[in-house]
Protein backbone atom coordinates (compact mmCIF):
# COMPACT_ATOMS: atom_id res chain seq x y z
CA UNK A 1 0.00 0.00 0.00
CA UNK A 2 1.52 3.05 -0.83
CA UNK A 3 2.12 6.09 1.89
CA UNK A 4 -0.81 8.99 1.93
CA UNK A 5 0.36 12.07 -0.41
CA UNK A 6 0.89 14.18 3.01
CA UNK A 7 3.05 11.27 4.13
CA UNK A 8 5.15 11.29 1.24
CA UNK A 9 5.55 14.97 0.84
CA UNK A 10 6.75 14.89 4.67
CA UNK A 11 8.68 12.09 3.97
CA UNK A 12 10.79 14.44 1.21
CA UNK A 13 10.60 17.43 2.55
CA UNK A 14 12.34 15.78 5.86
CA UNK A 15 15.14 14.16 3.47
CA UNK A 16 15.78 17.32 2.14
CA UNK A 17 16.66 18.14 5.46
CA UNK A 18 18.57 16.05 6.68
CA UNK A 19 20.07 14.08 4.12
CA UNK A 20 21.04 16.59 1.61
CA UNK A 21 22.00 19.50 4.02
CA UNK A 22 25.77 18.84 3.44
CA UNK A 23 25.65 18.35 -0.02
CA UNK A 24 23.31 21.53 -0.28
CA UNK A 25 25.97 23.93 1.52
CA UNK A 26 28.88 22.98 -0.90
CA UNK A 27 27.80 25.81 -3.50
CA UNK A 28 29.06 28.55 -0.92
CA UNK A 29 32.81 27.21 -1.36
CA UNK A 30 33.47 24.72 -4.50
CA UNK A 31 33.47 27.14 -7.41
CA UNK A 32 35.68 29.08 -5.09
CA UNK A 33 38.22 26.53 -4.75
CA UNK A 34 38.47 25.13 -8.71
CA UNK A 35 39.01 28.86 -9.23
CA UNK A 36 40.55 30.76 -6.53
CA UNK A 37 44.50 29.43 -6.35
CA UNK A 38 45.35 30.02 -9.90
CA UNK A 39 45.34 26.09 -11.07
CA UNK A 40 42.87 27.11 -14.03
CA UNK A 41 43.78 29.99 -16.15
CA UNK A 42 40.16 32.24 -16.31
CA UNK A 43 38.89 31.82 -19.67
CA UNK A 44 34.99 31.20 -20.48
CA UNK A 45 35.97 27.95 -22.11
CA UNK A 46 37.72 26.97 -18.70
CA UNK A 47 34.42 28.24 -17.12
CA UNK A 48 32.54 26.06 -19.69
CA UNK A 49 34.58 23.17 -18.83
CA UNK A 50 34.54 23.48 -14.78
CA UNK A 51 31.19 23.87 -14.91
CA UNK A 52 30.33 21.05 -17.19
CA UNK A 53 32.41 18.66 -14.80
CA UNK A 54 30.74 19.76 -12.07
CA UNK A 55 27.11 18.80 -13.41
CA UNK A 56 28.52 15.02 -14.85
CA UNK A 57 30.26 14.91 -11.59
CA UNK A 58 26.61 15.37 -9.83
CA UNK A 59 25.21 12.84 -12.58
CA UNK A 60 27.57 10.03 -12.78
CA UNK A 61 28.26 9.86 -8.56
CA UNK A 62 24.74 11.07 -6.95
CA UNK A 63 22.37 10.30 -9.55
CA UNK A 64 23.74 7.21 -11.06
CA UNK A 65 26.20 5.64 -8.07
CA UNK A 66 24.22 6.75 -5.08
CA UNK A 67 20.57 6.98 -5.98
CA UNK A 68 20.26 4.11 -8.65
CA UNK A 69 22.81 1.65 -7.30
CA UNK A 70 24.03 2.10 -4.10
CA UNK A 71 20.72 2.66 -2.49
CA UNK A 72 19.59 -0.95 -3.87
CA UNK A 73 22.22 -2.19 -1.56
CA UNK A 74 19.98 -2.18 1.51
CA UNK A 75 20.51 -4.04 4.70
CA UNK A 76 16.79 -5.14 5.63
CA UNK A 77 15.66 -1.32 4.85
CA UNK A 78 19.31 0.10 6.38
CA UNK A 79 21.78 1.71 4.88
CA UNK A 80 25.14 3.61 5.22
CA UNK A 81 28.49 2.31 5.58
CA UNK A 82 28.25 0.00 8.42
CA UNK A 83 25.08 -1.73 6.72
CA UNK A 84 26.80 -2.08 3.40
CA UNK A 85 30.12 -3.52 5.76
CA UNK A 86 27.58 -6.20 7.48
CA UNK A 87 25.72 -7.28 4.32
CA UNK A 88 29.32 -7.29 2.25
CA UNK A 89 30.87 -9.37 5.58
CA UNK A 90 28.08 -11.91 5.90
CA UNK A 91 28.04 -12.95 2.14
CA UNK A 92 31.45 -14.26 2.04
CA UNK A 93 30.93 -15.85 5.52
CA UNK A 94 32.47 -18.79 3.71
CA UNK A 95 35.70 -17.34 2.56
CA UNK A 96 37.47 -16.42 5.92
CA UNK A 97 40.86 -14.38 4.60
CA UNK A 98 38.58 -12.49 2.18
CA UNK A 99 35.74 -11.25 4.97
CA UNK A 100 38.85 -10.23 6.68
CA UNK A 101 39.83 -8.28 4.54
CA UNK A 102 36.73 -6.61 3.57
CA UNK A 103 36.06 -5.87 7.49
CA UNK A 104 39.27 -4.18 8.24
CA UNK A 105 38.73 -1.84 4.61
CA UNK A 106 35.23 -1.49 5.54
CA UNK A 107 36.29 -0.57 9.68
CA UNK A 108 38.78 2.10 7.99
CA UNK A 109 36.05 3.77 6.01
CA UNK A 110 33.98 4.00 9.09
CA UNK A 111 36.88 5.57 11.17
CA UNK A 112 37.49 8.06 8.33
CA UNK A 113 34.10 8.99 8.87
CA UNK A 114 34.99 11.36 11.85
CA UNK A 115 37.73 12.86 9.95
CA UNK A 116 35.14 13.90 7.71
CA UNK A 117 32.74 14.77 10.47
CA UNK A 118 35.30 17.48 11.77
CA UNK A 119 35.98 19.06 8.68
CA UNK A 120 32.15 19.34 7.21
CA UNK A 121 31.04 21.49 10.39
CA UNK A 122 34.02 23.62 10.28
CA UNK A 123 34.46 24.24 6.51
CA UNK A 124 30.94 24.94 5.85
CA UNK A 125 30.14 27.31 8.90
CA UNK A 126 33.12 29.33 8.12
CA UNK A 127 32.41 29.12 4.20
CA UNK A 128 28.91 31.03 6.09
CA UNK A 129 30.11 33.57 7.89
CA UNK A 130 32.97 34.46 5.35
CA UNK A 131 29.89 36.39 3.87
CA UNK A 132 30.21 38.70 6.38
CA UNK A 133 33.81 39.68 4.48
CA UNK A 134 31.24 40.54 1.22
CA UNK A 135 29.30 42.56 3.06
CA UNK A 136 32.08 44.81 4.74
CA UNK A 137 36.14 44.14 4.98
CA UNK A 138 35.50 45.48 8.50
CA UNK A 139 34.30 41.94 9.73
CA UNK A 140 37.45 40.22 8.30
CA UNK A 141 38.39 39.91 11.97
CA UNK A 142 35.13 38.59 13.58
CA UNK A 143 34.64 35.81 11.93
CA UNK A 144 36.16 32.90 13.58
CA UNK A 145 34.99 34.39 16.63
CA UNK A 146 31.45 34.08 15.43
CA UNK A 147 32.14 30.60 13.71
CA UNK A 148 33.55 29.29 16.93
CA UNK A 149 30.21 30.64 18.75
CA UNK A 150 28.04 29.29 16.44
CA UNK A 151 29.73 25.96 16.77
CA UNK A 152 29.64 25.91 20.56
CA UNK A 153 25.98 26.86 20.85
CA UNK A 154 25.77 23.78 18.14
CA UNK A 155 27.50 21.30 20.23
CA UNK A 156 25.78 22.56 23.46
CA UNK A 157 21.89 21.64 22.42
CA UNK A 158 22.88 18.69 21.58
CA UNK A 159 22.36 16.92 25.29
CA UNK A 160 18.54 18.67 24.95
CA UNK A 161 17.88 16.11 21.52
CA UNK A 162 16.80 17.01 18.21
CA UNK A 163 12.87 16.27 18.27
CA UNK A 164 12.26 20.27 19.24
CA UNK A 165 14.36 21.99 16.46
CA UNK A 166 14.25 18.55 13.86
CA UNK A 167 11.04 19.60 12.62
CA UNK A 168 12.21 22.96 11.00
CA UNK A 169 15.36 21.29 8.97
CA UNK A 170 13.36 20.26 6.28
CA UNK A 171 11.28 23.54 5.87
CA UNK A 172 14.63 25.77 6.77
CA UNK A 173 16.57 23.39 3.85
CA UNK A 174 14.01 23.45 1.15
CA UNK A 175 13.77 27.73 1.58
CA UNK A 176 17.85 27.33 1.10
CA UNK A 177 17.54 25.23 -2.47
CA UNK A 178 14.63 27.39 -3.52
CA UNK A 179 16.76 30.57 -3.02
CA UNK A 180 19.75 28.68 -4.50
CA UNK A 181 17.43 28.48 -7.62
CA UNK A 182 16.63 32.01 -7.65
CA UNK A 183 20.08 32.85 -7.05
CA UNK A 184 21.26 31.15 -10.10
CA UNK A 185 18.12 32.15 -12.03
CA UNK A 186 18.87 35.54 -11.60
CA UNK A 187 22.51 35.49 -13.30
CA UNK A 188 21.73 32.77 -15.78
CA UNK A 189 19.43 34.95 -17.67
CA UNK A 190 21.75 37.51 -18.51
CA UNK A 191 24.06 34.77 -19.62
CA UNK A 192 21.92 32.30 -20.99
CA UNK A 193 24.50 30.56 -23.22
CA UNK A 194 26.05 29.07 -19.54
CA UNK A 195 23.62 26.43 -20.19
CA UNK A 196 25.76 24.98 -23.31
CA UNK A 197 28.05 23.69 -20.34
CA UNK A 198 24.86 20.94 -19.53
CA UNK A 199 26.98 19.69 -22.74
CA UNK A 200 29.44 16.45 -21.48
CA UNK A 201 31.81 17.97 -24.60
CA UNK A 202 32.89 20.89 -22.65
CA UNK A 203 33.72 18.78 -19.88
CA UNK A 204 36.13 16.28 -21.94
CA UNK A 205 37.33 19.23 -23.78
CA UNK A 206 38.73 20.60 -20.74
CA UNK A 207 39.93 17.25 -19.64
CA UNK A 208 41.76 16.62 -23.08
CA UNK A 209 43.39 20.13 -23.27
CA UNK A 210 44.92 20.31 -19.58
CA UNK A 211 45.11 16.70 -18.66
CA UNK A 212 47.24 17.61 -15.96
CA UNK A 213 45.70 20.45 -14.43
CA UNK A 214 42.15 18.30 -14.42
CA UNK A 215 43.51 15.80 -12.36
CA UNK A 216 45.05 18.78 -10.09
CA UNK A 217 41.49 19.99 -10.26
CA UNK A 218 39.53 17.13 -9.52
CA UNK A 219 40.62 17.46 -5.63
CA UNK A 220 38.46 20.85 -5.83
CA UNK A 221 35.66 19.40 -8.04
CA UNK A 222 34.51 16.51 -5.82
CA UNK A 223 33.67 19.25 -3.39
CA UNK A 224 30.78 19.75 -5.07
CA UNK A 225 29.58 15.86 -3.75
CA UNK A 226 30.61 15.71 -0.45
CA UNK A 227 27.51 14.44 1.56
CA UNK A 228 26.89 12.46 -1.12
CA UNK A 229 27.06 9.32 1.62
CA UNK A 230 24.53 10.52 3.36
CA UNK A 231 21.80 9.72 0.42
CA UNK A 232 23.04 6.25 1.73
CA UNK A 233 23.80 6.07 5.30
CA UNK A 234 19.89 7.86 5.67
CA UNK A 235 17.93 4.92 4.22
CA UNK A 236 16.62 3.80 6.90
CA UNK A 237 15.15 6.95 7.96
CA UNK A 238 13.07 8.28 5.03
CA UNK A 239 13.52 5.09 2.31
CA UNK A 240 14.43 4.91 -1.19
CA UNK A 241 11.56 6.75 -3.28
CA UNK A 242 11.50 10.23 -0.76
CA UNK A 243 15.44 10.34 -0.95
CA UNK A 244 15.49 9.54 -4.89
CA UNK A 245 12.34 12.11 -5.24
CA UNK A 246 14.16 14.94 -2.93
CA UNK A 247 17.22 14.83 -5.50
CA UNK A 248 15.32 14.79 -8.84
CA UNK A 249 12.90 17.33 -8.20
CA UNK A 250 14.68 19.75 -5.65
CA UNK A 251 18.11 19.18 -5.01
CA UNK A 252 20.09 18.80 -8.03
CA UNK A 253 17.64 21.46 -9.83
CA UNK A 254 18.49 23.96 -7.40
CA UNK A 255 22.33 22.80 -7.59
CA UNK A 256 22.80 22.93 -11.10
CA UNK A 257 21.05 26.21 -11.35
CA UNK A 258 23.07 28.08 -8.72
CA UNK A 259 26.14 26.34 -10.08
CA UNK A 260 25.53 27.74 -13.86
CA UNK A 261 24.42 31.35 -11.99
CA UNK A 262 27.91 31.08 -10.55
CA UNK A 263 29.07 30.34 -13.94
CA UNK A 264 27.40 33.30 -15.50
CA UNK A 265 28.36 35.51 -13.00
CA UNK A 266 32.10 35.11 -13.78
CA UNK A 267 31.89 35.66 -17.02
CA UNK A 268 30.06 39.16 -16.12
CA UNK A 269 32.68 39.97 -13.82
CA UNK A 270 35.53 37.74 -13.04
CA UNK A 271 36.59 39.54 -10.17
CA UNK A 272 33.87 37.76 -7.88
CA UNK A 273 35.98 34.86 -8.11
CA UNK A 274 36.93 35.52 -4.57
CA UNK A 275 33.17 34.33 -3.35
CA UNK A 276 31.32 34.26 -6.14
CA UNK A 277 27.95 32.91 -4.27
CA UNK A 278 27.82 35.82 -2.35
CA UNK A 279 28.16 38.15 -4.99
CA UNK A 280 25.55 36.45 -6.65
CA UNK A 281 22.55 38.12 -4.57
CA UNK A 282 22.17 41.71 -4.79
CA UNK A 283 23.78 44.15 -1.95
CA UNK A 284 20.30 44.32 -0.26
CA UNK A 285 20.09 40.59 0.42
CA UNK A 286 23.28 40.02 1.83
CA UNK A 287 23.20 39.92 5.17
CA UNK A 288 20.10 37.54 5.36
CA UNK A 289 22.01 35.21 2.73
CA UNK A 290 24.46 35.38 5.32
CA UNK A 291 22.40 34.21 8.06
CA UNK A 292 20.52 31.89 6.28
CA UNK A 293 23.50 30.33 4.88
CA UNK A 294 24.49 30.40 8.50
CA UNK A 295 21.38 28.34 9.31
CA UNK A 296 21.94 25.59 6.47
CA UNK A 297 25.34 24.69 7.66
CA UNK A 298 24.36 24.20 11.14
CA UNK A 299 21.76 22.01 9.74
CA UNK A 300 24.21 20.30 7.91
CA UNK A 301 26.63 20.52 10.37
CA UNK A 302 23.61 18.29 12.68
CA UNK A 303 22.79 16.05 10.81
CA UNK A 304 26.41 14.67 10.53
CA UNK A 305 26.78 15.03 14.24
CA UNK A 306 23.58 13.02 14.44
CA UNK A 307 25.21 10.28 12.59
CA UNK A 308 28.00 10.02 14.18
CA UNK A 309 26.06 9.12 17.49
CA UNK A 310 24.44 6.55 15.38
CA UNK A 311 27.77 5.15 14.12
CA UNK A 312 29.36 5.12 17.08
CA UNK A 313 26.47 3.34 18.86
CA UNK A 314 26.55 0.69 16.05
CA UNK A 315 30.27 0.27 16.21
CA UNK A 316 30.37 -0.31 19.55
CA UNK A 317 27.60 -2.55 19.34
CA UNK A 318 29.54 -4.66 16.52
CA UNK A 319 32.47 -4.88 18.95
CA UNK A 320 34.93 -2.18 17.61
CA UNK A 321 34.79 0.63 20.76
CA UNK A 322 34.56 -0.06 24.16
CA UNK A 323 31.24 1.17 25.58
CA UNK A 324 30.05 4.49 26.03
CA UNK A 325 27.77 6.60 28.17
CA UNK A 326 24.76 7.14 25.94
CA UNK A 327 21.75 9.02 26.93
CA UNK A 328 18.12 8.57 25.02
CA UNK A 329 16.95 12.12 23.94
CA UNK A 330 13.40 11.32 23.53
CA UNK A 331 11.13 8.64 24.93
CA UNK A 332 9.35 8.27 21.42
CA UNK A 333 12.16 8.24 19.07
CA UNK A 334 14.38 5.42 20.34
CA UNK A 335 17.27 6.56 17.44
CA UNK A 336 17.83 10.29 18.75
CA UNK A 337 20.69 9.70 21.37
CA UNK A 338 23.46 11.65 22.75
CA UNK A 339 26.75 10.53 22.97
CA UNK A 340 28.33 13.06 25.51
CA UNK A 341 32.22 11.78 24.79
CA UNK A 342 31.54 12.18 20.93
CA UNK A 343 30.38 15.38 21.14
CA UNK A 344 32.44 17.08 22.74
CA UNK A 345 35.47 14.86 21.31
CA UNK A 346 34.62 16.25 17.71
CA UNK A 347 33.66 20.04 19.34
CA UNK A 348 37.74 20.05 20.58
CA UNK A 349 38.73 18.57 17.21
CA UNK A 350 36.30 21.17 15.20
CA UNK A 351 37.79 24.11 17.11
CA UNK A 352 41.30 22.89 16.48
CA UNK A 353 40.76 22.61 12.42
CA UNK A 354 38.64 26.16 12.86
CA UNK A 355 42.18 27.73 14.56
CA UNK A 356 44.44 26.04 12.55
CA UNK A 357 43.36 26.40 8.98
CA UNK A 358 41.54 29.58 9.87
CA UNK A 359 39.54 29.86 6.41
CA UNK A 360 37.35 27.96 4.49
CA UNK A 361 39.84 28.24 1.67
CA UNK A 362 43.13 26.50 3.64
CA UNK A 363 40.13 23.91 4.89
CA UNK A 364 38.91 22.88 1.47
CA UNK A 365 42.81 21.51 1.55
CA UNK A 366 42.06 19.17 4.16
CA UNK A 367 38.67 18.25 2.85
CA UNK A 368 38.22 15.66 -0.20
CA UNK A 369 40.67 13.12 0.75
CA UNK A 370 38.01 11.08 3.91
CA UNK A 371 35.30 11.92 1.36
CA UNK A 372 36.89 10.22 -1.69
CA UNK A 373 38.48 7.32 0.17
CA UNK A 374 34.78 6.35 1.56
CA UNK A 375 33.27 7.02 -1.62
CA UNK A 376 36.44 4.14 -3.22
CA UNK A 377 35.27 1.96 0.08
CA UNK A 378 31.47 2.10 -1.11
CA UNK A 379 32.13 0.86 -4.47
CA UNK A 380 34.50 -1.93 -3.30
CA UNK A 381 31.99 -3.34 -0.44
CA UNK A 382 29.18 -2.75 -2.99
CA UNK A 383 30.78 -5.12 -5.56
CA UNK A 384 30.83 -7.99 -3.24
CA UNK A 385 27.19 -7.01 -2.28
CA UNK A 386 25.78 -7.47 -5.81
CA UNK A 387 27.94 -10.50 -6.55
CA UNK A 388 28.07 -12.83 -3.47
CA UNK A 389 24.91 -11.67 -1.52
CA UNK A 390 22.66 -10.89 -5.16
CA UNK A 391 24.48 -13.44 -6.70
CA UNK A 392 24.70 -11.47 -10.43
CA UNK A 393 26.80 -12.94 -13.12
CA UNK A 394 30.74 -11.66 -12.53
CA UNK A 395 30.86 -9.51 -15.70
CA UNK A 396 27.50 -7.59 -14.92
CA UNK A 397 29.01 -6.87 -11.45
CA UNK A 398 32.24 -5.50 -13.16
CA UNK A 399 30.25 -3.45 -15.56
CA UNK A 400 27.97 -2.45 -12.83
CA UNK A 401 30.94 -0.85 -10.71
CA UNK A 402 34.41 -0.89 -12.32
CA UNK A 403 33.34 2.54 -13.80
CA UNK A 404 32.96 4.20 -10.61
CA UNK A 405 36.07 2.68 -9.18
CA UNK A 406 37.86 4.16 -11.75
CA UNK A 407 35.80 7.82 -11.30
CA UNK A 408 36.49 7.38 -7.56
CA UNK A 409 39.90 6.35 -7.83
CA UNK A 410 40.82 9.25 -10.21
CA UNK A 411 39.25 11.74 -7.20
CA UNK A 412 40.84 9.89 -4.93
CA UNK A 413 44.63 10.02 -6.14
CA UNK A 414 43.94 13.88 -6.96
CA UNK A 415 42.97 14.48 -3.23
CA UNK A 416 46.61 13.06 -2.69
CA UNK A 417 47.65 15.70 -3.75
CA UNK A 418 46.25 17.97 -0.55
CA UNK A 419 48.31 15.98 2.01
CA UNK A 420 50.98 18.27 2.83
CA UNK A 421 48.51 20.87 2.44
CA UNK A 422 46.18 19.72 5.30
CA UNK A 423 44.61 16.59 3.90
CA UNK A 424 46.71 14.90 6.59
CA UNK A 425 44.47 16.09 9.47
CA UNK A 426 40.93 14.17 8.86
CA UNK A 427 43.32 11.27 8.16
CA UNK A 428 45.35 11.09 11.49
CA UNK A 429 42.11 11.53 12.90
CA UNK A 430 40.71 8.64 10.99
CA UNK A 431 44.43 6.75 11.61
CA UNK A 432 43.66 7.19 15.13
CA UNK A 433 40.09 5.65 15.40
CA UNK A 434 41.03 3.00 13.65
CA UNK A 435 43.96 2.16 15.73
CA UNK A 436 41.46 2.17 18.40
CA UNK A 437 39.07 0.67 16.79
CA UNK A 438 41.61 -2.40 15.68
CA UNK A 439 43.17 -2.52 19.23
CA UNK A 440 39.94 -2.95 20.92
CA UNK A 441 38.84 -5.67 18.50
CA UNK A 442 41.46 -7.71 19.37
CA UNK A 443 41.54 -6.93 22.72
CA UNK A 444 38.64 -8.48 23.24
CA UNK A 445 39.65 -11.42 21.41
CA UNK A 446 42.79 -12.18 23.25
CA UNK A 447 40.03 -11.50 26.56
CA UNK A 448 37.60 -13.88 25.38
CA UNK A 449 40.62 -16.67 25.00
CA UNK A 450 42.21 -16.10 28.18
CA UNK A 451 38.48 -16.65 29.54
CA UNK A 452 37.46 -19.68 27.86
CA UNK A 453 41.25 -21.27 29.07
CA UNK A 454 39.98 -20.51 32.48
CA UNK A 455 36.75 -21.45 32.19
CA UNK A 456 34.93 -24.19 33.78
CA UNK A 457 31.98 -26.17 32.35
CA UNK A 458 28.40 -24.78 33.40
CA UNK A 459 26.32 -27.98 33.73
CA UNK A 460 29.34 -30.14 35.11
CA UNK A 461 29.44 -26.99 37.77
CA UNK A 462 25.91 -26.75 38.89
CA UNK A 463 25.98 -30.55 39.00
CA UNK A 464 28.86 -30.22 41.44
CA UNK A 465 26.98 -27.64 43.54
CA UNK A 466 23.81 -29.37 43.87
CA UNK A 467 25.23 -32.55 45.75
CA UNK A 468 25.70 -30.93 48.37
CA UNK A 469 23.75 -27.36 47.44
CA UNK A 470 23.88 -24.27 49.26
CA UNK A 471 21.30 -22.35 50.73
CA UNK A 472 18.68 -21.16 48.72
CA UNK A 473 17.25 -17.45 48.78
CA UNK A 474 13.80 -15.83 46.90
CA UNK A 475 14.48 -13.68 43.98
CA UNK A 476 15.66 -14.38 40.48
CA UNK A 477 19.73 -14.24 40.13
CA UNK A 478 21.07 -12.74 36.42
CA UNK A 479 24.73 -13.60 35.67
CA UNK A 480 26.64 -11.93 32.86
CA UNK A 481 28.74 -14.32 31.19
CA UNK A 482 30.62 -14.05 27.61
CA UNK A 483 30.43 -17.43 26.59
CA UNK A 484 27.15 -19.32 27.05
CA UNK A 485 28.17 -22.95 28.66
CA UNK A 486 30.96 -21.06 31.01
CA UNK A 487 30.39 -20.71 34.65
CA UNK A 488 30.79 -16.51 35.15
CA UNK A 489 33.41 -14.94 37.52
CA UNK A 490 30.36 -13.64 39.26
CA UNK A 491 28.80 -17.14 40.28
CA UNK A 492 31.50 -17.93 41.34
CA UNK A 493 32.43 -15.15 43.91
CA UNK A 494 28.72 -15.19 44.56
CA UNK A 495 29.03 -18.71 45.81
CA UNK A 496 32.68 -18.13 47.56
CA UNK A 497 31.75 -14.84 49.60
CA UNK A 498 27.83 -15.20 49.85
CA UNK A 499 27.20 -18.77 49.87
CA UNK A 500 23.63 -18.45 48.60
CA UNK A 501 22.22 -19.55 45.63
CA UNK A 502 18.77 -17.62 44.72
CA UNK A 503 15.77 -19.60 44.00
CA UNK A 504 15.89 -19.19 40.16
CA UNK A 505 19.18 -18.42 38.14
CA UNK A 506 19.93 -17.24 34.41
CA UNK A 507 22.75 -17.41 32.80
CA UNK A 508 22.42 -14.66 30.20
CA UNK A 509 25.15 -13.71 27.40
CA UNK A 510 24.19 -11.29 24.90
CA UNK A 511 25.45 -11.09 21.19
CA UNK A 512 25.54 -8.55 18.73
CA UNK A 513 24.97 -9.41 15.04
CA UNK A 514 25.92 -8.01 11.80
CA UNK A 515 22.00 -6.97 10.93
CA UNK A 516 20.42 -3.97 11.70
CA UNK A 517 17.56 -5.67 13.62
CA UNK A 518 16.67 -8.46 15.04
CA UNK A 519 12.56 -8.35 16.30
CA UNK A 520 11.30 -9.54 19.86
CA UNK A 521 10.51 -12.76 18.96
CA UNK A 522 13.62 -13.66 17.82
CA UNK A 523 15.48 -11.98 20.78
CA UNK A 524 16.18 -14.41 23.13
CA UNK A 525 16.91 -18.42 23.06
CA UNK A 526 16.44 -20.20 26.53
CA UNK A 527 17.54 -24.14 27.48
CA UNK A 528 16.46 -25.24 30.96
CA UNK A 529 19.79 -26.73 33.02
CA UNK A 530 17.36 -28.14 35.61
CA UNK A 531 16.79 -27.07 39.38
CA UNK A 532 15.50 -23.43 38.34
CA UNK A 533 18.65 -22.34 36.27
CA UNK A 534 18.37 -21.65 32.62
CA UNK A 535 21.24 -20.51 29.67
CA UNK A 536 19.62 -17.57 27.76
CA UNK A 537 21.27 -16.17 24.85
CA UNK A 538 20.02 -12.47 24.02
CA UNK A 539 20.08 -11.19 20.24
CA UNK A 540 20.33 -8.33 18.94
CA UNK A 541 20.94 -6.25 15.55
CA UNK A 542 23.64 -3.03 15.68
CA UNK A 543 20.49 -0.88 15.49
CA UNK A 544 18.35 -2.43 18.07
CA UNK A 545 18.64 -0.49 21.53
CA UNK A 546 19.72 -2.77 23.86
CA UNK A 547 17.41 -3.30 26.72
CA UNK A 548 18.14 -6.40 28.74
CA UNK A 549 15.15 -6.42 31.32
CA UNK A 550 13.01 -6.24 28.90
CA UNK A 551 13.96 -8.45 26.47
CA UNK A 552 14.24 -11.30 29.30
CA UNK A 553 10.68 -10.43 29.72
CA UNK A 554 10.24 -13.10 27.05
CA UNK A 555 10.87 -15.08 29.80
CA UNK A 556 7.53 -15.83 31.64
CA UNK A 557 6.81 -17.67 28.34
CA UNK A 558 9.21 -20.07 29.12
CA UNK A 559 8.52 -20.78 33.08
CA UNK A 560 10.45 -18.34 34.03
CA UNK A 561 9.14 -15.16 36.08
CA UNK A 562 11.10 -12.82 36.45
CA UNK A 563 9.58 -9.80 39.01
CA UNK A 564 11.57 -6.97 38.76
CA UNK A 565 11.68 -6.24 42.57
CA UNK A 566 13.40 -9.99 43.41
CA UNK A 567 15.41 -9.90 40.29
CA UNK A 568 19.75 -9.05 41.24
CA UNK A 569 21.98 -8.75 38.05
CA UNK A 570 25.47 -10.12 38.87
CA UNK A 571 28.50 -8.53 36.28
CA UNK A 572 32.00 -9.08 36.55
CA UNK A 573 33.89 -6.02 36.53
CA UNK A 574 37.58 -7.32 34.75
CA UNK A 575 40.90 -5.82 35.49
CA UNK A 576 43.16 -5.59 32.56
CA UNK A 577 46.79 -6.38 32.93
CA UNK A 578 49.32 -6.33 30.14
CA UNK A 579 51.87 -8.70 30.15
CA UNK A 580 54.98 -9.66 27.62
CA UNK A 581 54.38 -12.37 25.63
CA UNK A 582 52.30 -13.54 22.29
CA UNK A 583 48.92 -11.41 22.30
CA UNK A 584 49.26 -7.52 20.60
CA UNK A 585 52.38 -5.12 21.04
CA UNK A 586 52.82 -3.75 24.88
CA UNK A 587 51.83 -0.18 23.87
CA UNK A 588 48.05 -2.07 22.40
CA UNK A 589 47.94 -3.96 25.20
CA UNK A 590 48.67 -0.78 27.79
CA UNK A 591 46.07 1.23 25.23
CA UNK A 592 43.86 -1.35 25.72
CA UNK A 593 43.45 -1.59 29.12
CA UNK A 594 43.66 1.90 29.21
CA UNK A 595 39.97 1.72 27.16
CA UNK A 596 38.64 -1.13 28.87
CA UNK A 597 39.22 0.70 32.42
CA UNK A 598 37.64 3.98 31.32
CA UNK A 599 34.46 2.13 29.48
CA UNK A 600 31.27 2.82 30.76
CA UNK A 601 29.75 0.38 33.42
CA UNK A 602 27.82 -2.91 31.66
CA UNK A 603 24.67 -1.78 33.90
CA UNK A 604 23.91 1.28 31.89
CA UNK A 605 24.72 -0.18 28.79
CA UNK A 606 22.34 -2.99 29.28
CA UNK A 607 19.60 -0.61 30.30
CA UNK A 608 19.63 -2.22 33.88
CA UNK A 609 17.94 -0.90 36.83
CA UNK A 610 21.23 0.53 39.33
CA UNK A 611 19.58 -0.86 42.00
CA UNK A 612 19.60 -4.05 41.15
CA UNK A 613 23.46 -4.61 39.93
CA UNK A 614 25.80 -6.62 41.74
CA UNK A 615 29.57 -6.11 40.38
CA UNK A 616 32.03 -8.69 41.39
CA UNK A 617 36.14 -7.71 40.17
CA UNK A 618 38.49 -10.29 38.70
CA UNK A 619 41.49 -9.67 36.96
CA UNK A 620 42.47 -10.99 33.45
CA UNK A 621 46.23 -10.97 32.26
CA UNK A 622 46.73 -10.90 28.04
Known amino acids: MSAPKSSSAALIIGAIGVVYGDIGTSVLYATKEVFGHGHVPFTIENVYGILSMFFWTLTIIVSLKYVVLVLRADNEGEGGLVAMLALASTAVADRPRLRSVLLIVGIFGTSLFYGDGVITPAISVLSAVEGLEVVSPHFTHYVIPITLVVLFCLFAVQKRGTAGIGKFFGPVTLVWFLVLAVLGVSQIVTH ?5 ALNPYYALKFIWDNPMTSFIVLGATVLCVTGAEALYADLGH ?12 VVMPALTLNYFGQGALLLENPAAVKNPFFMMAPEWALIPLVLLATLATVIASQALITGAFSVTRQVIQLGYL ?4 IEHTSVRATGQIYIPFVNWGLFVAIVLAVVMFRSSSNLAAAYGIAVTTDMLITTVLTFFVIRYAWKLPLALCIGATSAFFVIDFAFFASNLLKLPDGGWFPLLIGGGIFTLMITWKEGRRLMGEVQRADALDLRSFLDAVFVNPPARVDGTAVFLTAEPG ?29 VPWIPMNKRIEMEPLGRHCWQVIVHYGFKNDVDLPRALEGARMRGCQLEPMTTSYFLSRDVVIPTLGSGMAPWREKLFAQMHHNASGAAGFLSLPNNAVVELGSKIEI
Open 238 to 249: FGKGPIRLAWFS
Open 486 to 514: NVPNALLHNLKHNKVLHEQNLFVTVRSHE
Open 322 to 325: PRLN
Open 192 to 196: PEILK
